[in-house]
């Protein structure tokens, strides 16, 4: 044990740093949008100083609509990556701290935040469960994760009924859209999902810190 009766094996320290880090990321991706898109139609409008409207009009299209969308997507994929790889951490610290023999991959389920709350609830003991609205917002960026992990955005590479569970969740949540067969998120829907896997792991510290007497 050590300063402010906390055991510098657990986790939270670093997780709560790599939050604040992303969290600060987040918040410059638009200006970074903006930035790499004028960059581009500078430098392309160079090449059609004397073109009529029609020539270089792909031009603005590629800025205002593919360049946010390619910087964008990849960040979803991120977020959910802490979020998982966050609580895999916390969960292997518990294990230890309960002295349990089984670990989180021992555990099946029919999602891994299920499985995460069946191995808080059965093996740690722990009064603690992510929330049925947690579990679906969670489960629901999942999704978007694979699929967009798996096809880059471009939904003619999913099946028909991942392309039909795709549509569902973009009709129930704000910020994402399916627009000529790709995946497009707003940086309205990153914060959105930000905000969901924080706020996640934040009130899992806290559950864990006041169980092992931290403060």
């Not at 609830?121 to 603690?128: A, D, I, N, S, T």
């Not at 930000?194 to 007497?213: A, N």
């Amino acid at each position: 044990m050590g300063m402010l009766n906390m055991d510098f094996r657990y986790p939270g320290i670093e997780i709560k740093v790599e939050l604040i880090a992303l969290q600060a990321y987040l918040s410059q991706i638009e200006n970074g949008v903006k930035s790499v898109c004028t960059s581009y139609i500078s430098a392309e409008m160079k090449k059609y100083s004397d073109s009529d409207y029609h020539e270089y009009q792909h031009v603005y299209q590629i800025a205002e609509d593919e360049m946010p969308r390619i910087i964008r997507i990849p960040f979803i994929v991120t977020i959910y990556a802490i979020f998982e790889n966050s609580v895999a951490r916390l969960l292997d610290y518990a294990k230890m701290k309960e002295e349990k023999e089984l670990c989180l991959k021992d555990i099946n389920g029919k999602s891994p935040i299920s499985i995460q709350n069946k191995y808080m609830k059965h093996v740690l003991g722990y009064e603690y469960q992510f929330s049925n609205k947690k579990m679906q917002d969670i489960g629901q960026i999942n999704t978007v994760r694979n699929y967009i992990a798996h096809c880059n955005g471009n939904i003619g590479f999913l099946s028909e009924d991942k392309i039909e569970k795709l549509k569902n969740i973009s009709e129930k949540v704000v910020g994402l859209s399916i627009e000529s067969d790709v995946i497009d998120i707003s940086y309205q829907y990153l914060e959105s999902s930000m905000h969901t896997i924080e706020s996640s792991l934040r009130e899992l510290m806290s559950y864990m810190e006041s169980r092992y007497g931290f403060y």
